[in-house]
């Protein structure tokens, strides 16, 4: 069975798993993954080339900024993975 084509306005953001950058952002806010691992584990994206790796990284520190800037700083921004 062939997979449904994404919308236009979702940008794949790893090409090797065919992720689109809304599933990781929902890995990082629904999921609470908080390292490129973590989206692996909920998603797969980033689990081949590991080309898309920076764009995970710049996902997961724009969350981690939201989120301190909402809260109480957390160490969320020096989890492995996110520097
Ligand atoms: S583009 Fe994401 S692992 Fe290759």
Same mark, same amino acid.
């Given at each position: !069975?062939?997979a449904p084509?994404? #919308?236009? %306005?979702?940008?794949? &953001?790893c $090409?090797c &798993? #065919? =992720?689109?950058?809304?599933r =990781?952002?929902?890995?990082? =806010? ?5 390292? =490129? $691992? ?5 998603? %797969?994206?980033?689990?081949g *080339? !590991?080309? /898309?790796?920076r $764009?995970?990284?710049? &996902? &997961?520190e724009?969350a /981690?900024?939201? @989120?301190?800037?909402e @809260?109480?700083?957390?160490s *969320? /921004?020096t989890?492995?993975?996110? @520097?």
């Amino acid at each position: !069975m062939i997979a449904p084509a994404p #919308k236009s %306005e979702d940008n794949i &953001l790893c $090409r090797c &798993l #065919k =992720v689109t950058e809304s599933r =990781v952002v929902e890995a990082i =806010v629904r999921d609470s993954a908080s390292s =490129v $691992r973590d989206v692996q584990r909920s998603c %797969e994206a980033g689990a081949g *080339c !590991m080309a /898309c790796h920076r $764009r995970i990284r710049a &996902l &997961l520190e724009a969350a /981690c900024e939201s @989120a301190t800037r909402e @809260a109480a700083p957390t160490s *969320c /921004c020096t989890a492995p993975g996110v @520097a």
